[in-house]
């Protein structure tokens, strides 16, 4: 039961005269129609700036493709190092026999940035206990993918890593 | 009363109508059982939480959060501010204080069944503050600007990032970013300062409201045999809570002085993880348990199938008094026990583990 029994009686007309039920309803199932869509538009038009704002803008990076690291004597046989390539961590190391080898220094689990480990001759990551060879392939622990490699390129005595294309 | 404060009372009363208030109070009786003495554990944590309120906004007047100043910050509020070590340190160990009450008074409520009807909002409430309380954790160990808090943060952020469809957005939304930088720093320090307090200030009164407006929450199967004992809630029960937290403060300030938090060395986002590296405790049994995870089971990522069984498992756990029939018809089902205890003993096996491997 309504608490305002006149809430279905026909609605007076602006002429003073009253308007069929069916044309009350209907004007009545129009406004509601028109507020609601103007509430749910006026939801969108709040929630759409919000969002945007929260997702943070592309920030113009200059593409970084190699990187000069240093001369061969300053770089001992039988370790790793980090380079930084542009805003990414990249891992040089130099095995035993004095190869070079270079990959992406980002563990493929979860972010962490691995080491080389010279006892054990492999690339190691302190959080979670990955490990992988010196070809970048993840040989043990929760890594599911190997690592980038990249391309290290000795000129002289000057050694550089570069983007493998 | 003395005079001034009796007139300040009557005055009071006589535009907020407060002596219903203090009738309500001096009506209100809290059981007395053998299982009462887990009715303190959440007094502790609403102790606690006011600490963390109190050190944080203390720790704000000198506090930057800003990738080049942070660390700095914090050296200089624990090496040249007047009792800053103190303030800082009662502020970390609070925090961890805080979250090791919350997880007792939990559990104690999900042994004790007090989840259920009519007390589901409770429950809710209270899980999502632990959430929070989490959150409060994980973003706040950010804010100096380790070595051990940014991987901590990169390894953090980057488990939402393995969330099918929602995950790598959320990531980006959480870290400013693509990557772990000073933008992760600015948000972070947001969300620990203004974001989290705001929605937890807001369960926790609902939290606090339901508890005085329900009353607590006796066992099952007590009110058989024996005559139900109880304890006025004001001064009785009160007394004995701050008796407590005056012994929770005097711990604190032990910990605090003896046992100063560490600041560690600055975090350099071109270094190695260092070796030793994990999380806050109350992080490790899932810390650990993803050291365990294969690399792939059948046909998905092992990271992923971890992180969501983790997510199931405290999803099923949070809704707990819906699928828990049986306590709300006032049957103590053994089954709620051994889940309980299983998850007891898996997390403390896995923290142990953790801790010590």
């Given at each position: ?46 929630a ?28 001992g046989k ?6 930084r390539f ?64 990249y ?15 | ?61 000198y ?56 007390r ?23 804010l ?84 139900r ?56 049994f899932?810390?650990q348990?993803?050291?365990?995870v ?25 809704l ?38």
């Amino acid at each position: 039961m309504s608490s305002r029994p006149d809430e279905f009686a026909p609605l007076p007309s602006a002429s003073g005269q009253n308007v069929p039920l069916e044309a009350g309803q209907e004007r009545r199932d129009f406004l509601k129609l028109a507020l609601g869509g103007g509430f749910i538009a006026w939801i969108a038009a709040v929630a759409y700036p919000v969002f945007s704002y929260l997702k943070p803008p592309k920030q113009a990076e200059v593409e970084v493709t190699s990187v000069k690291v240093g001369k061969i004597a300053e770089i001992g046989k039988d370790s790793g190092m980090i380079v930084r390539f542009g805003s990414k961590p990249v891992i040089l190391i130099r095995t035993a026999d004095g190869e070079f080898r270079a990959f992406s220094a980002t563990c493929t689990h979860l972010d962490c940035t691995v080491q080389y480990k010279k006892d054990l001759g492999v690339i190691w990551c302190a959080c979670h206990n990955g490990k992988y060879d010196l070809t970048g392939r993840n040989i043990s622990g929760p890594p599911p993918r190997p690592l980038e490699e990249y391309r290290v390129i000795v000129q002289g005595d000057e050694v550089s890593v570069l983007k493998k294309t | 009363m003395k005079k001034p404060l009796r007139k300040f009372y009557a005055w009071l009363d006589e535009r907020v109508k407060i002596s219903d208030l203090v009738q309500f109070m001096g009506k209100k009786y809290v059981p007395v059982h053998r299982h009462s003495v887990w009715y303190y554990f959440g007094g502790v944590a609403l102790f606690l939480f006011i600490i963390q309120v109190t050190t944080g906004i203390l720790l704000l007047l000198y506090y930057k959060g800003s990738e080049q100043l942070a660390f700095e910050s914090i050296q200089f509020i624990m090496s040249k501010v007047q009792f800053g070590w103190l303030v800082r340190s009662i502020h970390s160990w609070a925090a961890n204080l805080f979250i090791l009450a919350a997880v007792i008074h939990m559990f104690s409520v999900y042994f004790e069944r007090s989840y259920r009807n009519p007390r589901e909002i409770t429950w809710l409430t209270g899980m999502l503050m632990l959430f929070l309380g989490l959150g409060f954790g994980f973003s706040g160990y950010l804010l100096p600007w380790n070595e051990l808090a940014f991987f901590a943060t990169k390894v953090g952020t980057d488990i939402a990032g393995v969330i099918p469809v929602v995950g790598k957005p959320l990531m980006i939304f959480l870290r400013g970013g693509e990557d772990v930088t000073g933008a992760t720093l600015s948000r972070f320090f947001g969300f620990h300062v203004a974001l989290f307090p705001g929605i937890f200030t807001f369960l926790l009164v609902i939290h606090l409201v339901l508890v005085q407006r329900q009353g607590m929450s006796e066992p099952l199967g007590l009110d058989a045999a024996h005559e139900r004992k109880t304890m006025p809630f004001f001064p009785n029960f009160m007394l004995r809570d701050v008796l407590l937290w005056l012994i929770v403060l005097n711990v604190l300030a032990v910990l605090a002085v003896f046992f100063p938090w560490e600041l560690g060395r600055k975090a350099d986002p071109f270094a190695s993880a260092p070796a030793g590296i994990r999380p806050e405790w109350y992080f490790l049994f899932m810390f650990q348990s993803l050291k365990y995870v294969p690399p792939r089971i059948l046909f998905l990522d092992g990271e992923v199938l971890g992180i969501g069984l983790f997510g199931v498992a405290g999803l099923i756990w949070l809704l707990v008094p819906f699928w828990d029939r049986k306590s709300s018809r006032g049957l103590r089902g053994k089954e709620i026990s051994y889940i309980g205890i299983g998850v007891v003993v898996y997390i403390l096996v896995f923290t142990i583990l953790g801790w010590f491997l």
